[in-house]
């Protein structure tokens, strides 16, 4: 049997910073101060108007929130207007994506008379601060500075009710709404006078149970649904929306009459590993061995259907999908922490249901905040299709405790597949930036497609590609098989709350057969960089493709190829310059380039058009020698612009996959140069306080019809070494199951 290749770790060791010269003209703007004087006077005219007439009980501190929108040539962090917002009393506390036609266009890259992305702040402020804007507008001693700030907006208009009640089509006459307010927990009296207003129109606002995120506060409400539109007059209200339900399971599951093996006696592979599933629970101990269950507060009482699904999630966790013909139950590779979380039976006032997000919410919160896992799995969540705009509590939370990169989850993307665009979306908290959103696909053979019930993409920008990835969720033709202790049988089901822990239990594997330390943020890179899409299908609708499978897809290379870890942090403002193992043997085809790079960044969700603090600018240089580079994660230019960086280039994106063929004389000792870029709220910010940045990067070199590259590799390059395996772990050559 032919030796086995283990990939490379310790590309670390090919790294080292330098320094990048970098340069831009002048920027070009589209309009003028005079064409801003006679424009925007008159828009301000009309906003200082409408402050002026709005009640007291809707301007807490007197202020009110405009919607200023910026020329799309200007959503560079560093043409953000916050100094000139300063100057004049007012603040910007939000944005959101938009689109617009421009009176005008900056570059001939922008056609004029053409609808294109761009991004809309909410500003807010007291009326004699939009009144000092307008004076600062008209005045003629007015810096430069500010000048060229002015004429960076598109437009200033009112942010008016009609643009945030998305509640207008609720059918109820109580209506459960979730209202989302531009207020941080320290903005107690925006939040108290939000509470008396509500209260003014005949509802509750439920302060005790809302959720602060950021500069964010999201709080359920009962109101009159005919009183939507009136709830958001409110100025510092961001939307209202009906309060979805909460999602779990959904999907089909019947029991199997095949005998059920006795389960094995072996503990978990690594009894060290931490992890955890929130889900609707265990209810017996017959899994004890593996799992612990935690009952958290207001959810004592159950229902067989909740605690079915806790059960089958659970299964795919430890088992995978289980092999009704095999003799035996595989070897978990670790412990699970069960939290079960969600219970039928909570009431509100007047007999409604309560849904449980914002209970079940800061239950999981809690525990995140208390408690340090290595990988979590959810296949719950609020049952709705995600919003470009609006960042949901339950994505924004849950983001921010994996933001350190220490914590891998895997998320459900919902099974919403079949009906209509945009309810087919991936729900929340799938949207999540430092997670994996698992979708489904029908089958383990060669041939697959995505399971037509697999909720998809595409996502928002920053998280374009969601799902990242699909498994093996079950159909009809070939069911999902779980273990069901409660009945002592298999269960066939399908859905993505199965294909989820299925590939968490893939990437536990990963971590757990290797000594060598390896990252978690490195485990969630090779499971990006092995998935595997066939051109045919949407990348909205697969993400990066079919997840590996086994660990063994994972862990070993062809020989004609190699695969290489790179594991480190940067520093904001660094350029880090990464060298590309190649062979010094002769070629005789082309050359294949794939590279995977993950980081976890800290988020920003009142700012969904600026989501991540974090962004990575990658270009390969093809010969070490030469100063030509390319961009190799996207098609446009070396300097691209910040609209093209967000459609393209997708530097804010925390996941950059992408992959190459190129002739063999185009290639010669090839790098890639990173540069870390940063912002905060939008803004740039001061580097030197920035925490540095964990990153994982694999990468794959592959050269056709040339035996011998795996060895030559490790020959030219001593630093890099295999990566070591647990002694417990069997590695097979070729596919197969560990």
Sequence with gaps: MAATNIILGYGETLTQPFTLKRGSGLKKYPYNIAQQREYLGKQLDLLLHTHHAQPPALKPRGESVARFTLHPAFLAKTHHPNNLL???????????????????????????????????????????????LKKMLFSEEISETQQKALCRFELMEEFSAADKNFARNSDQALASLEVVLHAA?????????????????????????????????????????????????????????????????????????????????????????????????????????WVQETILPGAETTSAAYLNHGNGVTSALLFGPLDEDSEQFPRP???????????????????????????????????????????????????????????HPWTALIDSHLASGKTLAAIAVGNDGEKEWPESRVQPPSDMVNALAVGACNGTGLSWERAPYSSHGPGRSPGMIKPDGVAFGGSEEEPFVVYNALSGHYAHTTGTSFSSPATLRTAIGVKVSLNSPLSVLAVRALMSHHASRPKHMLMSHVGHGRFPQSVDEVLTCEDNEVRVIYQGTLQAGQNLRALIPFPSLPLNGKVTLRATLCFASHTDPEHAVNYTRAGLTVLLRPKKTSKKTMPFFSSSKMYTTELEARTDEQKWETTLKHEHRFNVDTLDDPLFDITYGAREDGQSVDNASLPALPYAMVVTVAAEDTPGVYNNIRQRYQTLQPVEIRQEVRIQSGTGKS
């Design 86 to 132: 300063k100057a004049s009393g007012l603040r910007c506390v939000g944005s959101r994506s938009a689109r617009v036609v421009p009176r005008d266009v900056a570059s001939s890259r922008q056609r004029a008379g053409e609808e294109t992305f761009t991004a809309s702040l909410y500003v807010a402020g007291t009326e004699v601060a939009f009144s000092k």
């Design 185 to 289: 927990v320290e903005d107690a009296d925006i939040i108290k006078a939000f509470a008396s207003y509500v209260a003014s129109l005949g509802g509750t606002a439920e302060v005790s149970r809302a959720l602060s995120v950021s500069a964010l506060t999201f709080i359920p409400v009962r109101l009159a649904a005919a009183k939507a539109q009136d709830l958001a007059a409110f100025q510092f209200v961001r939307a209202v929306r009906v309060m979805p339900s909460l999602r779990i399971g959904g999907r089909d599951m019947r029991s199997s009459s095949v005998v059920v093996p006795a389960l094995t006696e072996q503990p978990a592979i690594d009894t060290k590993l931490r992890v955890a599933v929130f889900d609707g629970g265990i209810g017996h101990t017959d899994l004890g061995r």
């Design 333 to 391: 590779y670790a412990d699970v922490h069960h939290y079960r979380c969600i219970s039928p039976s909570l009431q509100l006032s007047d007999n409604v249901p309560d849904v449980d997000l914002y209970d079940v919410l800061k239950n999981i919160d809690h525990v995140l905040k208390t408690e340090q896992y290595d990988f979590v799995n959810f296949s719950i969540g609020p049952y709705m299709p995600m919003d470009d705009d609006e960042v």
